[in-house]
């Protein structure tokens, strides 16, 4: 399986940018899907997450509000919707796909998220 991310870039405060993730496996509806990132110096941090239906999201504190995430079975994509953009929402953004009854689990690559003036 391969996990392919896009949509990084340069935004100024208060802007947007929408993540994807394509992932080449058929399955793709039988992986619950999340993003994470990590800032320079710190921590992997869960971003959010979203059930294999999309019927449930978790986000964390951080981006509550302001982060979206959606998924599109039928293109095996998982997206991150992000407004308001903040200097600390600067991060490589990485995508996680995590099958359940194997317990199997994959990342992307990652793309970088730069928020500055």
């Known amino acids: 399986v391969q996990l392919v991310e896009s949509g990084g870039g340069l935004v100024q405060p208060g802007g947007s940018l929408r993540l994807s993730c394509t992932a080449s496996?058929?399955?793709?509806?039988?992986?619950?899907m999340s993003w994470y990132r990590q800032a320079p110096g710190k921590e992997r941090e869960l971003v959010a997450t979203i059930t294999t239906t999309g019927g449930s999201t978790y986000y964390a504190d951080s981006v509550k509000g302001r982060f979206f995430i959606s998924r599109d079975n039928a293109k095996r994509t998982v997206y991150l919707q992000m407004n308001d953009l903040k200097p600390e929402d600067t991060a490589v953004y990485s995508c996680?796909?995590?099958?359940?009854?194997?317990?199997?689990?994959?990342w992307g690559q990652g793309t970088q998220v730069t928020v500055s003036s």
């Open positions: 496996e058929f399955t793709f509806s039988s992986y619950v």
């Open positions: 996680k796909a995590f099958r359940d009854w194997d317990r199997r689990v994959y």
